[in-house]
């Protein structure tokens, strides 16, 4: 971030490198970012009795391949529960809240979930990652009338990896940029960083890292985003 390669972050509360990121974070001088929603895998803020249709008998979040097979048995009071305690364990850390977005997209789980998301995002006015521009043209109908209901405002697409390429590549990146309309302010996903010993233990998303900080990096060395009168913008542009 401080090369402006990438403008935006999402913390994720429910990773036990949540505090040491934080602390991390301060000492580059970063001292606002997103919060990345989490229902799946990871450990919850709340307290396991008070939430049972989240979590499995362990107490942590089911795997997301279950989670989409148990959508209709989630209480969704409980959703809005540790949603609201993950905004919380943000908040407490010191970071600013600039926007939201959900881990695999589970704010696309159900039009319902969804609404509790765009309820917290009003009351903390903040924006939202538009992450159901995903799915298909029907699919896509009912969270697009939800939104109409918030005020709440949304990214307007999200460019991100190809099935065909298990990476963002410069040509996948360039390709979805140019079908980008001067009034749409979408957001490039990707998932940079360097490596370690202890991210390669948890993560399936390793030396790909790397390649997708290298093309981000040369496109911005070469100049690809002044010559295409393309401004790299942080969420704050979207608040109304």
């Known amino acids: 971030m401080q090369h402006q390669i990438v403008t935006c972050t999402n913390a994720q509360v429910t990773s036990v490198d949540f505090s040491p990121s934080v602390q991390l974070a301060r000492?580059?001088?970063?001292h606002q970012t997103g919060l990345h929603l989490v229902l799946d895998r990871d450990q919850p803020v709340s307290r396991p009795d008070l939430i049972p249709t989240l979590i499995k008998q362990d107490g942590h979040f089911w795997d997301y391949a279950t989670l989409q097979k148990r959508v209709a048995k989630l209480n969704l009071q409980e959703v809005r529960l540790?949603?609201?305690?993950?905004?919380?364990?943000?908040?407490?850390s010191g970071l600013q809240l600039t926007h939201?977005?959900?881990?695999h997209f589970v704010s696309t789980l159900s039009p319902a979930i969804y609404q509790i998301v765009l309820a917290l995002a009003e009351q903390y006015r903040v924006p939202?990652?538009?992450?159901w521009r995903q799915l298909s043209t029907a699919a896509q109908r009912p969270f697009d009338e939800i939104s109409q209901q918030f005020n709440v405002t949304l990214s307007?697409?999200?460019i991100m990896h190809q099935h065909t390429e298990p990476v963002l590549t410069e040509r996948g990146l360039t390709a979805q940029l140019t079908a980008v309309t001067a009034e749409q302010v979408p957001v490039v996903l990707t998932h940079i960083g360097w490596l370690s010993a202890s991210l390669r233990a948890k993560s399936s998303l390793t030396t790909?890292?790397?390649?997708?900080?290298q093309m981000l990096a040369g496109l911005k060395q070469r100049g690809y985003y002044q010559r295409h009168n393309l401004d790299c913008v942080t969420y704050q542009s979207l608040m109304k």
Do not use: K, M, P
Not at 27 to 30: A, D, I, L, N, Y
Not at 100 to 103: D, F
């Open 128 to 131: 939202v990652r538009n992450e």
């Open 100 to 103: 939201l977005t959900s881990h």
């Open 156 to 158: 307007s697409r999200l």
């Open 27 to 30: 000492q580059q001088g970063v």
């Open 208 to 213: 790909n890292r790397l390649v997708e900080w």
């Open 82 to 92: 540790e949603f609201q305690a993950q905004i919380d364990r943000f908040l407490a």
